[in-house]
């Protein structure tokens, strides 16, 4: 029930806002036994961090976790891990004056309006700060998957107007982090690239799209009818700050595709295991994954703060002329690359868990 | 934590197999003092019901729903509301040769590999006649809305190749029910069954797409920061049987925008109300909504029951050839219209009733 | 969330009320593969029926269970199995002239002022027949249990003023079903039932302790630190009608016992298993279970209903003078036996399969 | 789901372990609104401090909470309210001696089979120190609870022997902080500790019995079936270290009572109101509050650590005599009274938020 908790067994609960004292979150659900590897953690977390290139934000933070519970000699417990970011880098008096403004498709008036105010320092809890905790909520989850041979990677296939047009079969998924835009495909990064500075050049923003495969995956996760595998993916990705849309398989495409075209046909595989011969389906059939890799994709619309002039509203519904300013990013896609991978963790590792009670 | 249940404080759950003895659910934390209009509820069922046209199956049933508890005097008591519809045109033996077969692209391998054996009547659990019980609940769930003028409409915006080229504001929303296909636009609708029909008669089936629009919504509906408004309404689409896709507001059309292009400002409205000046967000901003309309297009995915013969495996790994057969729709996406509403409804009236605790 | 379910993993929904038209349930997330033993839950119903004997309503009714889904060929699927129990001796002339009437210590006030208005038609949703769904759920929970080896049993250790003067290891829980009062040991259930008949003949009624012991649990069950084992139990018993009270081991005796009396030393066991040399624990420490014995009490008050006359008042604050009348109990444990293990056995399958997850 | 999460709308997840960093917890489902009164909270904490008198732990901790999110100058915003409460006293070298060692009646036993191994530093997560964060969360209930009106008072009413023999009615509630012991009724209170001081000097401890009153409840809080006020009260409680037993109302008592002398018949009040002549029900009929005063009565063992020695076995199942050390708390029911409270608070809090939800 709790808004602020995502998944029934593997659960993570997120809090803090953007300028207050830190980020953090606790995960409830682990397995007992898992052994933690800090490093890969802190390496999900340096790859969301803002700061690192000319098309990313400049708040500088070291976004250094600090766990405070559930571990016990590296190893977890059963018990509850608590962990926090503190918040270091935050200057709240460039937001003073937007205290009463409401900033263009942003938060700013439906959050002042569902509770009667808000906290306006850096956007508060709707800061897309938030999504450190789910990072290192995802990056947990993605050790434990990992520990059955289950593997998520997501790579940025569309940036503003530019697209990669290879499936995601024809990519090195281990290139994804070889460029600032995350795209593995290094021709498409570089148009990406002059794409974005050029947005950028103009104060401008814009928006892209994030592929995203799990591979690994056993048959069997997934729960009829509500909690489908794919609809708790979808629910994963559209509480990602900025997301607009989710497809998986053939996605928007299939609705004018012909049923003999679409239909994945069974075949015996290797070993005489039952495999589809095709993968439109994208990894899940009936809401039960399939054993083949999963796949989709997530729309992300254009970064609302812009970096020239827009006009609003202010609360008592006078217009405002709100000057571009700040050190935002143009395009939210690369930095969002390991959010869509720890949602994408938390959901498999839920399902996972939820699968051990399938059967006497 | 039941994974057949969708909702937090206006819950549903479902039970029932396409050939079992009846379809049916709970609502629970309905309030008290909703006057039941069995009327509405009937036609909503009517709506889905197969055997209606040429394009749809010819499963013929009266779908006549039972209710069982949690209403007195036609009001409802605030205990749970149970009802039931019978299955009565059921012809089981028509889907014992598909006992060991794993039918391309249905649910039959992954249930079958989940639970250690399946239902094979019709589909089982996994059949599409489970959505007669959302469609009663949405139904419930939109008599509670409409006393607060909230107010939910979907229609059919793409069947296979054909496309409505027009956004929802520039159609006739109350004229979706006045053609077989369920779209607005009569020339539209009528390109449309022409190429159902030919698909038809081609023993081939395909897709579409349902766009859903919400209006009368209050500001400040939605939960962050996992329960967004979108997020919630992503997994209600995706739970139904042959969704791929959800987008709302400009979704995928989003990523290559521009944010100077893409951003609502707000300005003073009538009433010296607080609006935005545009509706590219859809509705819902930082997972809020935003008071305008909320509109949002679901893709769904050819049926994969044809009625020519395709290639599969059964449960040894043999090669199997699957004679077409059946009374199978051509295309799902007609039915799926008062679907799509009852998810709605449901996801609405669950937030609806959580903001009721957003303030002291 | 939804206030007529219990469990997280094994799930019970029910619904209904007295005089509608049925009573059910719906128990969701019970594995697949579960072999149904319907003569076993036919007995658990058989034994809280009323109407078989002197100190029970005479309300008769043959309380057939219907199974209207999640079984296949006798064996649970995985998906949802929903049942209902018609109601068919309703007398609901019986109970007009109670409308307006607030009777003492019954729900017609509080649900009256809840919900506005009630179903007072045989007390509604308030009924202890609702625990007719409870007895069938428990009852698969039960079969469940068995194949891992454990068992349930209650029995009645007091009726009013008679107590069972000997600790449930010093008597024979095969025997509980042999006499009306559900006493194992015959002399105390002769004192017992003279006393109960008594009691009824003055026109009045009384209460009464279940006890409950539940043997082959594992070490293991319970989740720190709100689902304790303890907490769970404490909360599925004062979920029955007319529970007051709750308490493990030595319960309230262990108020004024001394640490170094009531601590159970562990040692070296059967096998070399490590046990607790005595059980004062009941069978549950630090919120889980010891492998030892699980045992516990569940106090009840008279029943409100009497057969002699009483002053109330209606609902607008007249004196009411309420006629003695109707079928019912004289005291309530012993038709509550068979409710008790009913929600013993959902709370022990919940944590049965919550235990799944808790190692990697 | 998650276990360490408690309440539906109001939640509380709890983290932390004796001896790690921390000890803290994440509020959800706070209204915004709420102005926190920081040295309220002080106080409860102060009131479950150790090292207070000589009958507690000198466990010597200051025990002073930091808010990490949720609140924007001191007022709460609807988001999570995070806090921690750093652990400083902590001497692990005292508890090597026990990793191998299963001590009598604590949670080392089960902890370890189920997790496959434990954090044996102070008790690790099974620590009564976890209770720090439910007497903050409970307070910030209790903030909530008092702008409509409703108080909660808990107190000492058995330690070991001694009993206080009088109702809550007949003593005065505002004296429970006036001494050590926490009784209201002096006399009584310097019996018990007497009798404390003498069983400390034995070398052994005792338990005790905690009475709780709420006070301005309005009619109506409760939801049936299975979250009956009074059962999420039962599981509140025995969810607390050491709680053996709950009732409330006439509870154990009511179990030989007649009908006719227990049933509460109904009158009209002060302005007309409803309300029962008496209040043997304990301020709940059917699951839901009447508005009359709620009571309970919560019974705790005697603390397990012993001043002396005792036999046990290690994990091997090898006896291992056990020296008593340590400086623990000869009775924990003192410093259990604000752990009562809060636990009550969240409760109440919890349903009164829900209620909003009854009727349309």
């Known amino acids: 029930m709790s808004a602020n908790t995502f998944g029934n067994t593997f659960c993570l609960t997120t809090f803090g806002e953007s300028h207050g004292k830190a980020i953090g979150g606790v995960i409830d659900g682990c397995p007992a036994g898992l052994h933690l590897d800090y490093e890969f953690i802190r390496e999900q977390l340096e790859r969301r961090r803002p700061g690192q290139s000319e098309i990313t934000s400049s708040r500088d933070e070291k976004d250094e976790v600090e766990f405070l519970s559930g571990i016990f000699e590296d190893v977890t417990t059963g018990a509850p891990i608590a962990f926090m970011?503190?918040?270091?880098?935050?200057?709240?008096?460039?937001?003073?004056?937007?205290?009463?403004v409401f900033r263009p498709s942003q938060a700013d008036f439906t959050w002042d309006s569902k509770y009667g105010f808000r906290d306006w320092r850096g956007g508060g809890r709707a800061s897309a700060r938030e999504t450190l905790?789910?990072?290192?909520?995802?990056?947990?989850?993605?050790?434990?998957?990992?520990?059955?041979?289950?593997?998520?990677?997501?790579?940025?296939?569309?940036?503003?107007?530019?697209?990669?047009?290879?499936?995601?079969?024809?990519?090195?998924?281990?290139?994804?982090?070889?460029?600032?835009?995350?795209?593995?495909?290094?021709?498409?990064?570089?148009?990406?690239?002059?794409?974005?500075?050029?947005?950028?050049?103009?104060?401008?923003?814009?928006?892209?799209?994030?592929?995203?495969?799990?591979?690994?995956?056993?048959?069997?996760?997934?729960?009829?009818?509500?909690?489908?595998?794919?609809?708790?993916l979808a629910k994963a990705m559209l509480s990602i700050n900025a997301a607009k849309g989710f497809e998986y398989g053939e996605g928007f495409m299939s609705a004018s595709m012909m049923g003999s075209e679409h239909n994945d046909r069974f075949t015996a595989g290797a070993g005489g295991a039952i495999v589809t011969a095709t993968n439109h389906s994208g990894g899940i059939q009936g809401g039960i994954s399939t054993g083949s890799d999963i796949f989709f994709r997530v729309a992300f619309k254009p970064v609302a703060t812009l970096m020239k002039g827009q006009q609003t509203a202010d609360r008592n519904g006078n217009d405002v002329w709100l000057e571009g300013k700040g050190r935002h990013d143009v395009c939210v896609v690369p930095r969002a690359v390991p959010v869509v991978e720890a949602m994408t963790a938390l959901v498999i590792a839920d399902h996972w868990l939820r699968n051990r009670s399938s059967k006497i």
């Open 85 to 100: 970011i503190k918040n270091t880098d935050t200057r709240s008096d460039d937001y003073k004056h937007l205290k009463d």
């Open 133 to 232: 905790a789910r990072v290192v909520g995802g990056a947990i989850a993605q050790l434990l998957l990992r520990k059955s041979g289950i593997k998520i990677c997501a790579f940025v296939s569309q940036a503003g107007w530019v697209t990669l047009d290879r499936p995601y079969t024809e990519v090195d998924l281990s290139a994804v982090y070889s460029n600032k835009v995350r795209c593995p495909d290094e021709p498409t990064a570089q148009k990406m690239l002059t794409h974005l500075l050029d947005i950028r050049a103009k104060g401008d923003t814009t928006g892209g799209v994030i592929t995203c495969v799990v591979q690994g995956v056993p048959v069997g996760l997934g729960e009829p009818v509500f909690d489908k595998l794919q609809a708790d």
